[in-house]
């Protein structure tokens, strides 16, 4: 039993992490991590790469070696727990891989596939060919044509403002249930709204209901044609997990205990949006690359703790911020509590943007320099919350 390896099941922001902190607790252990792309892919920052920019990313092979971590590249068809397998489909064939244990960082995907007439939209996917994308928006831009983005939190606006200033000609339409960037104080919110108007983004309220080709069809009967619509209304926990048999949530994300262990399950973590890891007053984190690091980082060190035969701690993490491009040259900076509720204090302009760009470079580089050095790099903040204080 304790010659099969230990599984990291997804190569992004939570299972890069938890690969580092667990090669740093057990060095000899053998680890093997599986995912589809051959690529560490910066998917905060795929709005940018749709527009246009040079988004830089990482070979999972050399990098994992650099920490004696073996890469399988693979799709994962089925996860049996019962029999501690994975079924894969590697460029070889379909393969079993029996495991000791396994860190789940399989991620999320985008929510707009449950909608009628959901094959007309484009999708926050780095699946989707985005050189493709990119000419076709140039296509539209150069005759005037009409993009609608749907769904206006983070990644919406951040969409309709980076494609709003890059494509200058193209009618840019941002649609959501409710005025953009609920979460944020009012102040900031204006600032958003202002920008987003400068950038000539027309803002429109609304429920989507069902899409046409062309169309989007609301709730209230209204129909707003576009030529082509970009969905950012949602991500959810990667659908895979729901025939695995696991405890999960109503949204489909795995029920873990304080330690992020997957409830029931002695040698089974989950980290990142797959799982539904709390604050330490129960609250749910939200799906988002500043949760996905340090409940990566913690499952690493929880199962390496395990392994060691010592009780892992429960995670502790406490929001600090919230940050969001607006284009190039703006943002917003948002100071939050333990909770993530904003609190008064702002910040917007270049900066904002400055700000929300070191944090993309810090999540960009501290899992890859962890890996190659051995090293902690990366620190969470960590707030221990109870019930009666909410
Ligand atoms: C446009 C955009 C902007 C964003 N901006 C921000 C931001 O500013 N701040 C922020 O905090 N968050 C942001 N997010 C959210 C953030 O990107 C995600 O929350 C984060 O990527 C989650 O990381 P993860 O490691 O849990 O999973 P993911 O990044 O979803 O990675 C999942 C991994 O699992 C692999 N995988 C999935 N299914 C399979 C399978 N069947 N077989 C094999 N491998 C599989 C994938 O290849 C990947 O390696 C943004 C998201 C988008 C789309």
Redesign the pocket.
Known sequence: MSDLPLLIL??????LLAAARLRKKAPTARILL????AHFQQ??R??EALAGTRVKRAALAPLLARARVEFVQ???LAWKPAAQQVEVLTPQGPQVIAYRGVIC????VSQGADLPGAEHLWQ?SFDQPLAERQAELKRLAACGGRLLVIGNG??GV??ASELAQRFAGLQVSLLGRQPPLPGFCPQAREHACRRLRQLRVTLLTGQVEALQAGAACLADGRRIDADRMLWCGG?RA?P?LLHSGLPLTPQGRLRVGPDLRVEGYEHLWAA???SAATLTDGQLLR????T?LPS?GHAGEAMGDWLLGRQPQPFAFAYALR??SLGRGDGIWQLTDARDRAQPRWLGGWRAALIKWMLCTLVWVAPRWELSLGRTIYHWPRTVLDKESI
């Open positions: 997804g190569g992004s922001y939570a299972g599986i995912a589809d792309q998917r905060v795929w709005h693979a799709r994962i960082a399989l991620g999320s926050l983070l990644s951040e969409c991500l990667n895979l990142g949006d797959c799906l988002s690359c500043a996905a990566g940050c969001l």
